[in-house]
């Protein structure tokens, strides 16, 4: 579970969020929506520690996220970014491999059961077949799901992604927005990630959190979908453009 109390943070002298509150349940999965540069990335980057500019409280799991060490962190959340990481002579089994550090210790020596945690992350997000390839030779979709593969071998209750559909085409978009359903429900994770997918958003998560003017508006699917917040705050004027209609 990952809670906001009194949440704010902005960007220079803009303010982003301001005074937000709620919280993010197990087996839920949601999708953090809003415009662009409203604050969805820098909302999550707070959430994950790397952005500590901000008032109020985060909590992991029910704990104040600035009193955990970073190896207690990175075993209760995992966050793959926008970033695309094309290290020179790792495969991707070598980079999912790296998921499993906080479990590791120093020496990094993956047991078997790691190299077994390594193996399924892959299969998960259908990268089995690209294990002993490396990571300079694949496209920026493939390096995605490697990504993604990597935060799931973590193994963590709590995962974040930064629009993790970016660079996927439709069907492998429809695919990672059910895997993450399927591990938010089967194994109970609390998965937020940002998206500009509305169809996504509305049709396969169990919540949406909208970004708009300094608020965070924070409710089911479907009553988001009811609400009118929406279609006001991406409706296309002139255009007769409804975000959960298309043009009409």
């Known amino acids: 579970m990952i809670t906001l ?6 960007f220079g002298r803009r303010e982003l969020l301001s005074h ?29 520690r790397l952005n500590t500019a901000y008032t ?13 060490t970073g190896s207690e962190l ?31 210790g120093w020496s990094g020596h993956l047991h078997p059961s790691d190299h077994a945690i390594v193996t399924e992350a892959l299969r998960s997000t259908g990268m089995q077949d690209y294990a002993g390839r490396y990571m300079q030779n694949m496209s920026d979709g493939e390096c995605q799901r490697v990504m993604i593969a990597r935060a799931l071998a973590q ?6 992604l930064d629009e993790p559909t970016s660079f996927l085409d ?11 359903r399927r591990l938010a429900h089967d194994k109970g994770k609390c998965i937020i990630f940002s998206t500009h997918e509305l169809d996504i958003a509305l049709h396969m998560c169990d919540t949406i959190a909208l970004v708009d003017n300094g608020h965070l508006h924070h409710l089911p699917a479907r009553d988001m979908a009811d609400s009118g917040l929406l279609q006001r705050l991406f409706a296309i004027e002139g255009l007769g453009f409804d975000p959960l209609r298309g043009f009409i």
């Not at 109390?5 to 902005?10: A, K, L, P, Q, V």
């Not at 197990?26 to 980057?45: E, F, V, W």
């Not at 193994?155 to 974040?160: G, H, Q, R, S, V």
């Open 5 to 10: 109390h009194d949440f704010s943070i902005g």
């Open 20 to 48: 937000v509150s709620t919280s993010f349940s197990d087996g839920c999965l949601t999708a953090l929506l809003g415009r662009n540069g409203t604050g969805k990335s820098t909302m999550l980057r707070a959430i994950a």
């Open 56 to 68: 109020g409280t985060v909590s992991i799991d029910g704990a104040d996220s600035a009193s955990l």
């Open 74 to 104: 990175a075993r209760r959340l995992a966050f793959v970014t926008t970033e695309r990481t094309r290290i020179p002579g790792l495969t991707c089994a070598d980079v999912v491999g790296m998921g499993r550090a906080p479990y590791t």
């Open 155 to 160: 193994d963590t209750a709590n995962l974040l």
């Open 170 to 180: 439709m069907p492998n978009r429809y695919q990672l927005a059910a895997l993450l």
